[in-house]
């Protein structure tokens, strides 16, 4: 299959490419680069052993982009392009509409003109905002509190309306939870630029010297240890749901929607802890106060993953930290 990865570049991304390609795919990448590196395609192309193409322009550009699609006869898109950074949507909305939304309609109406007809799109979980019961399945009620989700919904709700108007149309929203770890390899992972804003970057900058604490924010919660409890999932078990998002469109139209998770949630403790002991280093940390917006819990029911698309997620939380850990010694090293 030919499939056009926007944002391929990028953190998850990158690894969507590897698997792709390991799997005797070919991988078209549309990238501005605003978020991630050039090198990103040469550690794409060290681990699968070919390259992936590589256009450097921005998704939203309906000329440019039905031009790839035409010209490697794109059977697939998989959109992951886009700004992701909560605090920053609630600084600047404006830009994360203007890239987020008007960058999806720029490549829905060029997959239209193309006549592409299978596209799986990087939703969030944070449409679900606050749960109101757990596991959180793919039927509770959206709630968004900031433009970044937002964004995320009305991508979601503009492709429901399309797939109402083109039968032909087959579309899956993959609502992730909370990505992290990489490549086993360590040739890629999560490179944020500036001061991390997840949690496992800034874990992996403490333990590597670069910054003196995490600040975990909250330590009364209602949870068990009362410290903020999420659904990490491995970067590589997420790309592997992408190909498997991929499979079920290849026999199923409209529109669908999945959780993108492992069903079972990690303390903000329960993390560090993990991370100490597949890195051999200390994470001094300090409780602090909330973080505005964040809630308790979340975690992601996942049984209709595992119904439909027939995935599910197999790695550990050690892998989780043990990958994370060894792409950022590379770096450190480098
Ligand atoms: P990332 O920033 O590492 O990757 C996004 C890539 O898209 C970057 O390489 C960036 O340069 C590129 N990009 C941004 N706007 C573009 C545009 N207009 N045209 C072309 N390229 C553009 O982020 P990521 O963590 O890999 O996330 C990928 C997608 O998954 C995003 O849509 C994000 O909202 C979504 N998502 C991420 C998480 C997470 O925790 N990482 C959670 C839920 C959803
Ligand atoms: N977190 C933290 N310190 C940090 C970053 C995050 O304590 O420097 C906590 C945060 O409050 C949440 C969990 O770690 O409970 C995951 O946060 P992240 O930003 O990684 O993901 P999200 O908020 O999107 O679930």
């Not at 790839?68 to 920053?88: M, N, P």
Request: one cysteine or more; a negative charge.
């Amino acid at each position: 299959m030919n499939v056009l990865l926007t944002g391929g570049c990028g953190y998850i991304g990158s690894h969507v490419a590897v698997v792709l390609m390991s799997e005797g795919h070919d991988a078209v990448i549309v990238d501005n680069l605003s978020n991630s590196r050039r090198e990103v395609v040469d550690h794409i192309a060290q681990i699968v052993g070919r390259p992936p193409t590589f256009y450097q322009g921005d998704v939203g550009e309906f000329e440019f982009i039905r031009d790839v699609i035409r010209r490697h006869r794109i059977d697939s898109v998989i959109h992951l392009a886009g700004f992701k950074s909560v605090g920053e949507s609630v600084q600047r909305p404006l830009q994360y509409y203007q890239n987020n939304v008007c960058g999806a309609l720029g490549l829905l109406h060029a997959m239209e003109a193309e006549s592409v007809s299978s596209l799986v799109f990087s939703s969030s979980a944070t449409i679900y905002g606050d749960p109101q019961y757990l596991p959180v399945d793919e039927a509770h009620p959206q709630h968004v509190i900031n433009a970044y989700g937002r964004s995320k919904l009305h991508i979601e709700d503009m492709l429901r309306d399309i797939c109402i108007s083109r039968p032909s149309l087959g579309v899956i929203c993959l609502r992730y939870f909370n990505p992290v770890g990489a490549h086993p390899s360590g040739l890629i992972g999560d490179r944020p630029n500036g001061i991390p804003n997840n949690l496992m970057p800034y874990v992996v900058q403490v333990a590597c010297g670069e910054r003196d604490f995490l600040s975990v924010f909250g330590g009364d919660y209602r949870t068990p240890d009362g410290t903020g409890v999420r659904d990490y999932i491995h970067v590589m078990d997420l790309a592997e749901g992408h190909v498997a998002a991929l499979n079920y469109l290849s026999t199923n139209n409209g529109w669908h929607a999945f959780n993108v998770g492992t069903g079972r949630g990690y303390s903000v403790l329960e993390m560090i802890r993990a991370f100490e002991g597949e890195s051999g280093r200390a994470i001094p940390y300090k409780i602090t106060a909330r973080r505005e917006g964040d809630v308790a819990c979340s975690y992601a029911d996942i049984r209709a993953a595992a119904l439909e698309l027939n995935w599910k997620a197999t790695r550990s939380l050690e892998d989780m930290c043990s990958s994370a850990w060894r792409f950022q010694s590379r770096l450190s090293k480098a």
